[in-house]
């Protein structure tokens, strides 16, 4: 190839790709939208709440005190206490510091344009902006957002440190935010250490320390973009999120080990399979299949029971009816076996075009290290990045150095509590969650992995393969199941599905391209649908995969009442609010704000406090003979699936239309 022609390619591969660009970020404003908009709609789940009362801790006290025994690790709570400085207290501050990582799990798949296609980065990125799941709990004041996007940044600093030679825009901007967040804070801790109380001390040693703080992030920065211009700081930016990921969740080694393990089964496979057709795979792939069809002709009971599941789950007697979701399932089953069925014609006439992937080999990553010096020293910088900010979150800003030796704890603990499947749905759990809710990844990251695994062209997309599956597999076999864990491997059964997508679309049989274009708009058409519903409609219907005893949405009526009685006592949030039920998780978070709600999980004595909430059924005689001669009864409010509870207001507080205790044997939920 001439040097005129190496010019022209370069120049082509470096020109911006308007049409791309602009797709992504039509993805990024969907990505957004759907987890931004209304994030308030769907009341706290229970364990939002306990997020909530630790945050609400570290907010008014500055203290927090890592506990192996509470849950998971510390990064939650401070991300969200700087949205809570900066938009309150409150339930969209909380959501909104999860949701942002959701979105921007979204943008860092786009990096992976080299190693997915064009059309295969554009349609990840999609399902994973459009995926029910990643959505919902995107709008989830928990761990798990944050700890995918650190999981796919480990993987994007990793490829990005191989193919790369100098820093992007966005490394150096995640840089100096870790920085910030890992030296401001700290400096602030002693700057309120020195000034005594004073406060124009505090403000004088605070602007300091900032002053300090910033000129220090600037010296590091510029060391880091002189030394062979920032491509250090890729995998510098690697061990900071393999900390992040540690410190977010105990289950940080399943997701370390099985890309570990998934890397090292990409580079076996393929030195072992060719990626070309051949009589003697064609065999095995004829023998494959009828394997497949002779594994369900034998447990044909099973498979039947399998699918009259899916046929009662959407249009059975005693179910929500969805007649567009069911039909257009069935009808992606087929378009998704024809796209196979397409894609093996046109790969036997040798009618696939190939991408051209940066090289992710062992040699292409030692041999970014550079020279023995600076491979010496790069080693050197990741351990200490790794070590520090492990040790800045655990030790709560070195203010609490327990917490290093209780984060070794967190694993004892998880060993015990990880063998329990505390929703009872059994080895297939995350097979009907999938099929309810994610079907169309679950397909597609088939079809995508099988694709990877015939013809194994590029290593990125065979280790996406293996690192689905093998999370898969990991979380299946383990028998301590959420429907949040789930997260883990739909992140790289996003990517797999993407790359199946694009190889299917840019093959140069019309036919082929026809199927993976009817797949890729109907998958579409049931995501979008089935994000809606989930997130915007039954987000707190327990038939819904991901919905596990959640809060119901009557709560927030309790939540209204309890404001109204509040006003009309003339205290507002000075009201007291005698909480005796022993069930009131996340109504701690809803009265944050006054100073006199107390949680006493039984009945006490009371006849002055404004309002009692207590629970149904479980303590409905007590009441009665406890509050009746001070308290009339309001009404029963669902908290979750079998837990009631009932507000009691002071009789001179009582509207009209509020009655007498012994009324409340007659009263159902609202």
């Not at 006490?604 to 309002?611: I, L, Q, S």
Request: with cysteine; proline share 3%; charged share 15%.
């Amino acid at each position: 190839m001439t040097e005129t022609n190496i010019t022209q390619n370069e120049q082509e591969r470096t020109r911006p790709d308007i049409v791309w660009l602009c797709c992504s970020a039509a993805i990024t404003v969907i990505a957004f939208a759907f987890r931004f908009y209304d994030l308030t709609l769907k009341p706290l789940h229970h364990d939002e709440g306990v997020n909530g009362f630790f945050l609400t801790t570290l907010y008014r006290t500055g203290v927090y005190k890592y506990d192996p025994a509470n849950y998971h690790g510390p990064t939650l709570y401070y991300i969200s206490l700087f949205f809570s400085k900066i938009f309150g207290l409150n339930t969209f501050a909380v959501r909104a510091s999860v949701a942002v990582f959701g979105v921007l799990t979204v943008v860092l798949v786009l990096y992976l344009r080299r190693y997915l296609g064009k059309i295969g980065s554009l349609s990840a990125a999609l399902f994973l902006a459009l995926s029910p799941g990643m959505v919902f709990i995107s709008r989830y004041f928990i761990h798990e957002t944050f700890f995918t996007f650190c999981t796919l940044a480990i993987v994007v600093s990793i490829v990005l440190f191989i193919e790369r030679k100098a820093a992007g825009p966005l490394a150096k901007v995640w840089l100096a935010i870790l920085l910030a967040a890992c030296f401001i804070p700290s400096g602030l801790n002693v700057a309120a250490y020195f000034s005594d109380g004073n406060t124009t001390a505090l403000w004088a040693f605070r602007i300091a320390v900032v002053i300090v703080e910033l000129a220090l992030i600037y010296f590091v920065l510029k060391s880091l973009l002189d030394w062979r211009e920032g491509r250090p700081i890729y995998l510098i930016l690697a061990a900071a999120s393999a900390a992040l990921l540690f410190a977010t969740k105990e289950t940080a080694f399943i997701s370390i080990g099985t890309m570990v393990i998934a890397t090292v089964a990409a580079r076996i496979w393929q030195k072992s399979v060719d990626a070309e057709p051949s009589r003697s795979k064609w065999y095995a792939v004829g023998l494959i299949h009828l394997a497949v069809l002779a594994a369900a002709a034998l447990s044909y009971r099973s498979t039947l029971d399998g699918l009259k599941w899916v046929h009662t789950y959407f249009l059975g007697e005693n179910s929500v009816k969805e007649p567009f979701a069911f039909y257009t399932l069935c009808i992606l089953s087929l378009a998704t076996l024809a796209a196979w069925a397409m894609f093996l014609a046109a790969y036997q006439k040798g009618k696939l075009t190939t991408y051209s992937e940066p090289e992710l080999t062992y040699n292409g990553f030692f041999g970014a290290f550079g020279a023995s010096a600076d491979r010496l020293l790069l080693i050197s910088a990741s351990a200490v990045t790794f070590v520090f900010v492990l040790a800045v979150f655990f030790s709560s800003y070195f203010s609490f150095p327990e917490g290093l030796s209780r984060a070794v704890e967190a694993y004892m603990l998880w060993t015990k509590t990880g063998t329990k499947d505390h929703t009872q749905n059994g080895v297939l759990a995350y097979v009907k969650w999938g099929m309810k809710v994610e079907s169309p990844l679950l397909l597609l990251s088939a079809l995508g992995g099988a694709i990877a695994f015939l013809r194994p062209k590029n290593r990125f997309a065979v280790f996406s393969a293996f690192w689905a599956f093998g999370m898969f597999a990991a979380y299946t076999i383990i028998p301590y199941k959420t429907p949040w864990l789930a997260l883990s491997f739909f992140l790289p059964m996003c990517l797999i599905a993407g790359y199946g997508i694009n190889e299917i679309l840019s093959s140069k049989f019309i036919a082929t391209r026809l199927a993976g274009g009817l797949t890729l708009i109907v998958a579409i058409a049931v995501l979008t649908y089935q994000t809606y519903d989930l997130n915007f409609v039954r987000y707190d219907d327990e038939e819904m995969g991901y919905v596990y005893a959640h809060t119901k949405r009557g709560m927030l009526d309790l939540v209204k009442e309890i404001e109204h009685y509040a006003e009309k006592s003339s205290k507002g949030k000075d009201a007291t609010i005698e909480i005796v039920s022993p069930d009131y998780w996340p109504l701690t978070w809803y009265v944050n704000d006054y100073p006199h709600a107390n949680f006493y999980g039984s009945l006490v004595d009371a006849n002055t406090a404004e309002m009692i909430v207590a629970k149904k059924n479980d303590q409905d005689t007590q009441v009665v003979e406890k509050y009746s001669a001070h308290y009339k009864f309001v009404g029963v409010y669902p908290l979750r699936p079998g837990v009631d509870l009932m507000l009691l207001v002071r009789r001179d507080l009582a509207d009209p239309e509020d009655q007498d205790l012994y009324r409340i044997y007659e009263y159902e939920s609202k």
